[in-house]
């Protein structure tokens, strides 16, 4: 399946394809939005598209075989990853991409093609390029001088190639890559910084690796292609040498009167003293030559200066073209049929790592965090549980308080009473990340956790504004909450912002009647949990609060966000009325004052 550029939506779409919509562990759009958050803040380490999908595709489930095998495959990963800096692997990761499969191969107009089955080639190399014109049948060639080499591809059974500097033979029944060997090249070359950075990355998680043997022969391509020997400024160093060498003998040599004659004369010739002179001179100067350009060659005319015989060195430029192209082409053959070998092995490490991303961003997630695996066991134990939103604010260095908190089998129906503003909403979105996360297997943020097995959640937010349709959109989604026989986690958040206070309360004693059972949790943030006591005095419900003691000097809540259990706590609104008295300017200021006074 392709699921690169997957969308959240398609995600979804898919994941309800494969496990049918009605086996969804999420059961409201609240707490969809609560699992959404945990996606992205999971993507925000991950790299490779392969492991955003595969992140997107993750789900809470009751599968605790699935559960369990996440959790191993992160606590592998911490364990492999335990000593390394994670911020080198993440910059590694940021260079690799799947491997490119598309190749436009260069076309290469330095070299004729000489064939005898013409045609075949022509559509072969049609098919790499729109239009190629240096191809020729054997019968019919024009004159070839132009090109720096030609391929010659002959029949085994008909023509013997010619013998040539500049020709290389091959039998037609040679593979493609002979012909053009751009075809495997690019591939390696295109993907090149990818191997590169598998390779490294491979290195440093202590995984096996062949793509070292693959560099290595890009490396001698690329060194044969940059060997360019300056042939004109080597002859041009040599030459000044020399006639420096000349100026500086002649000045020393005494010439006898006839040898005078003989260089004032018409004759042609040089004494021999001087003729010895050149000779020696020059002949050094032809092995330094030779000795730097690699070629047998001599250039020098006698005369002062050193005259240059410039048609010998565009015949020598014309050679070493043809040499080191021709050299270069038998370098990629030979490049082709290594690289060829290891085309699948390489595929295979690159995949490898490209899926380990999501591995290692589950990982990063995990400490980011600071995360633990849950024990799943019969009832909710969080010690030192924080949200994660205010997790990453601790990390950024804001402080917060770690709240601890439990529930069990026989007090597992809590009405979440407390102060405004005490942290009822926060503490209630944690449980449902907790609970989300322990069921996705990915670990929860708390020092320890117990986490009981259930199949559903269901949470409902406060609502901020009451619009018509709130109450019954609702109702609709509140009623499976209460029924059925799976095992749930509810989570209401003062349903009165929603309706009237009374509907409210009637509704909260219906749905507490109905889930009461040992198989479900339900946490119930309201204001008015002594009314709702009154009426359910034969169910066992639990009245928790969070109480705040005052204001500091700041006018900051004091506040414990650990709530009191059996502790019914006040919602003390005049703590949040004074301080943004304190804080306001007048007209407001008085208003706030006569509102308070009334407290
Ligand atoms: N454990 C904590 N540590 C530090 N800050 C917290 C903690 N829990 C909540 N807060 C902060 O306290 C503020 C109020 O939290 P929250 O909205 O959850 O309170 P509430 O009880 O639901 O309030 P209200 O009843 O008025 O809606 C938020 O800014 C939140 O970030």
């Known amino acids: 399946m392709n699921i690169a550029g997957l969308s959240q939506k398609k995600a979804l779409d898919i994941i309800h394809y494969i496990h049918g919509t009605s086996n969804d562990y999420i059961k409201t759009p609240q707490a969809e939005d609560i699992y959404l958050d945990i996606i992205d803040r999971i993507n925000e380490f991950s790299t490779t598209e392969y492991a955003k999908n595969r992140i997107k595709l993750l789900r809470p489930t009751n599968n605790y075989d699935e559960i369990q095998q996440m959790n191993n495959l992160i606590e592998d990963t911490l364990d492999e990853i335990k000593d390394l800096d994670l911020d080198y692997i993440h910059d590694l990761y940021k260079m690799i991409k799947p491997l490119s499969d598309e190749i436009t191969p260069r076309f290469d107009d330095s070299f004729a093609i000489v064939c005898e089955e013409y045609d075949d080639y022509l559509n072969m190399l049609h098919k790499n390029y729109n239009k190629y014109t240096n191809i020729f049948p054997i019968e019919d060639q024009p004159n070839l001088d132009g090109y720096d080499y030609i391929l010659y591809v002959y029949n085994e059974y008909n023509i013997e190639p010619p013998e040539s500097p500049n020709i290389i033979s091959i039998k037609n029944t040679a593979d493609e890559y002979e012909i053009l060997p751009d075809i495997i090249l690019q591939y390696y070359t295109k993907n090149r910084k990818t191997l590169e950075n598998v390779y490294k990355l491979r290195t440093y998680l202590n995984k096996k690796s062949n793509i070292k043997d693959v560099l290595e022969v890009l490396d001698i391509i690329d060194s044969f292609t940059q060997k360019d020997v300056p042939i004109e400024q080597i002859v041009d160093e040599v030459k000044q040498r020399a006639d420096d060498k000349i100026n500086e003998q002649i000045q020393q040599i005494a010439l006898k009167g006839d040898e005078i004659l003989q260089l004032l004369g018409s004759s042609d010739e040089l004494p021999p003293k001087i003729v010895e002179i050149y000779n020696t001179i020059l002949n050094d100067a032809q092995v330094e030559l030779s000795e730097k350009t690699g070629i047998l060659f001599d250039p020098f005319i006698i005369q002062y200066p050193i005259k240059i015989d410039e048609e010998e060195i565009e015949r020598v430029k014309q050679n070493t073209i043809a040499n080191k192209q021709i050299r270069q082409y038998e370098e990629k053959i030979r490049a082709c049929q290594q690289l060829q070998q290891y085309k699948q092995v390489i595929q295979q490490e690159t995949q490898e790592i490209i899926h380990y991303n999501f591995n290692f961003a589950l990982a990063c997630f995990f400490l980011y965090y600071n995360l633990t695996i849950p024990t799943i066991a019969d009832e909710y134990i969080l010690d030192d549980a924080l949200h994660i939103r205010l997790q990453q604010e601790l990390n950024d260095g804001s402080i917060m308080q770690k709240v601890t908190y439990n529930l069990s089998n026989d007090e597992n129906i809590i009405l979440l009473t407390g102060a405004n503003s005490g942290g009822k909403t926060t503490l209630l979105e ?160 008085s208003i706030y004052k006569e509102i308070l006074d009334k407290f």
Not at 452 to 466: A, G, N, R
Not at 506 to 517: D, R, S
Not at 536 to 549: F, H, L, M, Y
């Open 430 to 589: 944690m449980i449902a990340q907790i609970n989300i996360m322990t069921h996705m297997g990915i670990g929860v943020c708390a020092k320890n956790a117990v986490i009981p097995k259930t199949d559903e959640i269901y949470y409902f937010t406060k609502q901020q504004s009451l619009n018509a349709g709130a109450f019954e959109t609702f109702l609709r989604s509140f009623i499976p909450a209460a029924v059925g026989d799976k095992k749930k986690l509810v989570l209401i958040d003062e349903l009165e912002s929603i309706t009237e206070l009374e509907a409210a309360i009637k509704i909260i004693i219906g749905f507490i009647e109905l889930i009461q059972n040992k198989n479900n949790y339900a946490i119930i943030v309201t204001h008015m949990a002594p009314e709702i006591l009154k009426q359910t005095q034969n169910i066992n419900i639990r009245v928790d609060g969070i109480e705040a003691q005052g204001l500091d000097e700041n006018y900051n809540l004091i506040v414990d966000r650990n709530p009191k259990i059996n502790y019914l706590a006040k919602s003390t609104p005049e703590l949040i009325l004074k301080r943004i008295y304190q804080k306001s300017d007048e007209p407001e200021k």
